[in-house]
């Protein structure tokens, strides 16, 4: 079992920059495959990055894709989430996730896969 705690989350302007990091507990961090979703009010929750077990894969949405950088270190188990030029339409709170698989490369961008969450982090996008 696994425990993920978000952070880093905040108000800023667009085109800012932010940096979210997501900490897990537990000794098996490197077994997870670890993915940031996303909810705006009002809206269903989404998916926004994904990285495989070692770091050597990564996915992004398309609404990210080129601005957010997802990547990891194993050693410190956490899970990291750059975001830069963000919009208004970034606004939601940024939840981190945890998929167990013996997949090195699994990248699964779909919610049902993940075992475990955190509670989320606020980000505020100001026009």
């Known amino acids: 079992q696994v425990e993920v705690v978000e952070s880093g989350g905040g108000l800023v302007q667009a085109g800012s920059s932010l940096r979210l990091s997501c900490a897990a507990s537990?000794?098996?961090?490197?077994?997870?495959?670890m993915g940031w979703f996303r909810q705006a009010p009002g809206k269903e929750r989404e998916f926004v990055a994904v990285?495989?077990?070692?770091?050597?894969?990564?996915d992004y949405a398309d609404s990210v894709k080129g601005r957010f950088t997802i990547s990891r270190d194993n050693a410190k188990n956490t899970v990291y989430l750059q975001m830069n030029s963000l919009k208004p339409e970034d606004t939601a709170v940024y939840y981190c996730?945890?998929?167990?698989?013996?997949?090195?490369?699994?990248?699964?961008?779909?919610?049902?896969?993940?075992?475990?969450w955190g509670q989320g982090t606020q980000v505020t996008v100001s026009s």
């Open positions: 537990g000794r098996s961090f490197a077994w997870y495959a």
């Open positions: 996730a945890a998929d167990w698989t013996i997949i090195t490369d699994s990248i699964p961008r779909t919610g049902a896969s993940y075992d475990y």
């Open positions: 990285i495989s077990r070692t770091g050597g894969i990564t």
